[in-house]
């Protein structure tokens, strides 16, 4: 049997559909860091800043959503991905943005003892833990994202 490769790159497999039950299992993991006790705020430049750096754009824009339905300035959403060149946001989220990038980015740099040593001063162990996972859920979805080629434009905070 010959198989399209064009007609296949189109058409990417359905993650949701044809794993249901490891699809669900990412959701309940999802929920589990949103209900973890970390501020929404915080989680959302998590999710909007790793979502940027996998070029996960079905991502950003469900984020970008969740974060202004939430009450985030657009001058803060705007400025993420120079946000070590702005004065918008405060130690703590800086700690958390720069872990966000340094465990997005392991292949090419790791997570130094430095970067980790930062996090560490502005939350407990627990919320440390809790930030790690909420990174390596988001990107766990942005890898969905891209790879399924979700299509942004069609997220609503009122649908999920």
């Not at 300035?73 to 070590?84: D, K, M």
């Not at 997570?111 to 766990?140: C, M, P, Q, T």
Request: charged share 25%; net charge negative.
């Amino acid at each position: 049997m010959t198989t399209n490769t064009t007609e296949r790159a189109q058409s990417r497999v359905n993650l949701k559909k044809q794993t249901p039950e490891i699809y669900k299992a990412l959701i309940e993991l999802d929920g589990l860091v949103a209900a973890s006790g970390l501020p929404a705020p915080l989680l959302e430049l998590v999710r909007i800043r790793a979502s940027q750096i996998n070029g996960c754009a079905y991502c950003v824009d469900i984020h970008t959503i969740d974060a202004r339905a939430g009450g985030e300035r657009e001058q803060r959403i705007y400025a993420l991905p120079v946000w070590r060149e702005t004065p918008f946001f405060t130690g703590r989220e800086r700690a958390a943005l720069e872990l966000t990038e340094a465990v997005t980015l392991l292949p090419q740099s790791g997570v130094g003892d430095e970067v980790y040593e930062r996090a560490a001063r502005h939350f407990s162990d627990e919320e440390l833990a809790k930030l790690v996972w909420a990174i390596i859920v988001i990107n766990s979805w942005n890898r969905i994202g891209v790879t399924s080629r979700l299509e942004p434009g069609g997220y609503h905070p009122s649908a999920s």
